[in-house]
T-cell receptor, first 113, second 112 residues
């Protein structure tokens, strides 16, 4: 089954404790992206990747890091989480050219205390 | 920011009625897509309309695009309770990457 998976689905952590949210896709997509979703603000892009070892900032990259060492994986790293990073996070993937449907993961609900 | 804006923010209708949601955006686009999100879950692609198209149909969905007004509408005909969800428009800009800019969504409730 074609899918994007994220782990963990739910996470409660404390300020400053490094964490990683994993994202994996099995559709051989070159393009992957991370979004955060907050009430009243819609989805905002954090980082995206056009292919292995190619990453770029989205609209709200501060406080986040990503890596793309393999085509299927695109982890999101919070080196020192803060309460304002409490949010619902989505990973998405697609073929790279504009106009392609993006496939979304199920989401990771993160709470930073 | 290129983020779009949906209108209304929330819509409540009876099953069988039609639902219309509107989207406005700010810059020139290559295409516009509509996505659906069931509560707290991942978004699912519904339909894409390119900048040189004015109307597109898919099942009970009808999308229009007016690039002169920088607006689009999504019509769901003969709504069902299972259509209850949030609906987002997303625009792709003129760059080569498949970056999408999402609106804030319309929350649709279909009452059985």
């Amino acid at each position: 089954e074609a899918q994007v998976t994220q782990n963990p689905r739910y996470l409660i952590t404390v300020t400053g404790k490094k964490l990683t949210v994993t994202c994996s896709q099995n559709m051989n997509h070159e393009y992957m992206s991370w979004y955060r979703q907050d009430p009243g603000l819609g989805l905002r892009q954090i980082y995206y990747s056009m292919n292995v070892e190619v990453t770029d900032k989205g609209d709200v990259p501060e406080g986040y890091k990503v890596s793309r060492k393999e085509k299927r994986n695109f982890p999101l790293i919070l080196e020192s989480p803060s309460p304002n990073q409490t949010s619902l996070y989505f990973c998405a993937s697609s073929f790279p050219d504009r106009g392609n449907e993006q496939f979304f993961g199920p989401g990771t609900r993160l709470t930073v205390l | 920011s290129q983020q779009g804006e949906e209108d209304p923010q929330a819509l409540s209708i009876q099953e069988g009625e039609n639902a219309t949601m509107n989207c406005s955006y700010k810059t020139s686009i290559n295409n516009l897509q509509w996505y659906r999100q069931n509560s707290g879950r991942g978004l699912v692609h519904l339909i894409l309309i390119r900048s040189n198209e004015r109307e597109k149909h898919s099942g009970r969905l009808r999308v229009t695009l007016d690039t002169s007004k920088k607006s689009s509408s999504l019509l769901i005909t003969a709504s069902r309770a299972a259509d209850t969800a949030s609906y987002f428009c997303a625009t792709a800009d003129q760059t080569g990457a498949n970056n999408l800019f999402f609106g804030t969504g319309t929350r649709l409730t279909v009452i059985p």
